[in-house]
């Protein structure tokens, strides 16, 4: 009787421990959490989610010729036409020259001339569909790549969802703004080895258990409502992506407020495909600290 007796007071206290240590959140909060979760697992299931990716080529100078035969510059997976045809590249313009009967859809019709191609750093990107395939050029410094998308890839059907951290209000941060006049320019590393340079209008300073973090952003807030971070914590590359994650955070109101939620804290695009080119923490936005908010890992992308 003795040992039930312990047994079951041992059992309340750990229960007791359980209930004290898990993460509170208020139901309303917790709800429009999961409403942004929802949201986010719908649009990667979008025929133009990083889901469905399955190349990127670089082009070269000149002349590339492009379809599924091997001996083409680049090659297109099976389903394609041997033979699609040729993009030149020269001076930083892309121009396509189709084959015949090529099949090439631009705007729902077929490309029967050269079309010169505007790349995803502009507006009205050129969009082309080649059957169950769609591309378009992207620009990353001085690179041109074509960007490949598989529209009945099979992931977006298959995707299940994320695994996420207990939604947690103390993750929900006030931050105030401080605001740099003139904006500085700040290099911002690419997967890719490369680097950006970005305006950088300011700085987001915040506390948490008593010590001062900050996260540099941007974007001038005056033409925003919401600014984009990117950032590294101590979780990357055990139980989060090793390459940092996003996170949008509202623009601050007059007097430099504005609030960081890391419970909406997202996997960059490079999390699900290999064919993403994404940004890099900074060495200022890498944090000295564990954020156990938001999403986790996803597949084996740890690096």
């Known amino acids: 009787m003795k040992l039930i007796k312990w047994s079951l007071v041992i059992l309340a206290l750990l229960i007791l421990l359980s209930c004290q240590s898990a993460p509170k959140a208020d139901p309303a909060y917790s709800a429009e959490i ?20 399955i190349g990127l080529f670089w082009l070269q100078e000149g002349v590339n010729t492009f379809g599924s035969d091997p001996n083409n510059t680049i090659i297109f997976p099976e389903k394609a036409s041997p033979f699609l045809g040729k993009i030149v590249l020269e001076a930083g313009k892309t121009v396509l020259y189709p084959n ?51 529209l009945k890839h099979k992931l977006l059907t298959e995707f299940k969802g994320i695994d996420r951290f207990p939604v947690d ?32 209008y300011g700085t987001f300073v915040f506390t948490i258990n008593g010590k001062t973090y900050r996260l540099e952003t941007t974007g001038d807030p005056a033409k925003l409502k919401r600014m984009f971070v990117v950032f590294g914590d101590a979780t990357n590359r055990k139980t989060t992506y090793g390459g940092g994650r996003f996170i949008y955070i ?20 490079c999390v699900f495909s290999p ?10 936005n890498t944090l000295d600290l564990a954020i156990k908010a938001g999403e986790q890992m996803w597949g084996d992308a740890h690096h």
């Not at 949201?39 to 469905?52: A, D, Q, V, Y």
């Not at 729902?108 to 395939?133: R, Y």
């Open 169 to 200: 209000e103390k993750w929900r941060i006030s931050a105030k703004f401080e605001r740099m006049d003139p904006p500085k320019t700040i290099e911002i590393p690419d997967i890719l080895g490369g680097t950006t340079q970005e305006s950088s």
């Open 250 to 269: 509202p623009v601050p109101d007059e007097q430099g407020n504005s609030v960081i939620d890391f419970n909406k804290a997202y996997n960059p695009p």
């Open 34 to 53: 999961e409403e942004w979760y929802n949201n986010r697992i719908t649009g990667l299931k979008k025929e133009n989610s990083w889901l469905n990716l």
């Open 100 to 150: 015949k009967d090529s099949e090439i859809l631009y705007d729902g019709k077929p490309v029967l001339d050269s079309l010169q191609l505007v790349d995803d750093t502009q507006q009205n990107t050129t969009i082309l569909d080649t059957g169950e395939l769609r591309w378009y050029i992207i620009k990353r410094g001085d690179r041109f790549g074509i960007r490949l998308r598989d």
């Open 275 to 284: 064919y993403a080119t994404c940004p890099l923490p900074t060495e200022a």
